[in-house]
């Protein structure tokens, strides 16, 4: 079946270092896959998506880019501050409105 | 402003007391879905209405219920609780006009549920 896979947590940087959060998929057709992102005391909020192989999605510094060869969508960032601390979800779109959410991995930004 | 609301935010209860956690959307949404997310797991789907009187069962919907008798709520039963219950909830909601990766699904802030 279709699933989200994205590396465990948690993440501790510095500030200004660089970013990479692993996550991969497995899914039957062509789903559209997104990056979540949620703040302490918060609900999740959409920080990027892309819709097709190759496309790129970008938001408040951060990238990720659909790669159907390697089922992966890799969330990057440059240079990470503190207020990026947060927990991050990868997601997959498909069907009517199904969506599959990896487990999250929590970030913490040190300054 | 865009806002998917639900109460309570925190809820501490006994195992087989009935509660139910509301949700209710400004948007106009016809999709509304219930998610609970636990260590390790991610979030994982519960219900979910295409619109009103219309809802159909998510991955994990041993538990609870849910109703759409007005399209801007979408309330979460549990009619008799369990620890295993123990939970935080989201509900969430999007329009299914356009096409469907070209809609944002927004999320409510959450209810920390506490079943004891």
């Known amino acids: 079946g279709n699933s989200v896979t994205q590396m465990e947590g948690p993440v501790t940087l510095s500030e200004e270092a660089f970013l990479t959060i692993n996550c991969t998929y497995t899914a039957t057709g062509y789903p559209s896959l997104f990056w979540y992102v949620q703040y302490p005391g918060e609900g999740l909020q959409l920080l990027l998506k892309?819709?097709?192989?190759?496309d790129k999605g970008s938001n408040k510094g951060f990238e990720a880019t659909y790669r159907k060869e390697t089922t992966s969508f890799h969330l990057e960032k440059g240079s990470v501050q503190v207020s990026d601390s947060a927990v991050y979800f990868c997601a997959l779109l498909w069907g009517t409105y199904k969506y599959i959410f990896g487990t999250g991995t929590r970030l913490k930004v040190l300054a | 402003e865009a806002q998917v609301t639900q109460n309570p935010r925190y809820l501490i209860t006994v195992t087989g007391k009935k509660l139910t956690v509301t949700c209710s959307q400004n948007m106009n949404h016809e999709y509304m879905s219930w998610y609970r997310q636990d260590p390790g797991l991610g979030l994982r789907q519960i219900y979910y209405?295409?619109?009103?009187?219309?809802?159909d069962k998510g991955d994990v919907p041993e538990g609870y219920k849910v109703s759409r008798k007005e399209k801007r709520n979408f309330p979460l039963i549990l009619e008799s609780p369990s620890p295993n219950q123990t939970s935080l909830y989201f509900c969430?909601?999007?329009?299914?006009?356009?096409?469907?990766?070209?809609?944002?699904?927004?999320f409510g802030e959450g209810s920390w549920l506490t079943v004891v």
């Open positions: 969430a909601s999007s329009t299914l006009s356009g096409t469907v990766s070209g809609n944002t699904i927004y």
């Open positions: 892309a819709t097709k192989a190759d």
């Open positions: 209405s295409m619109n009103v009187e219309v809802t």
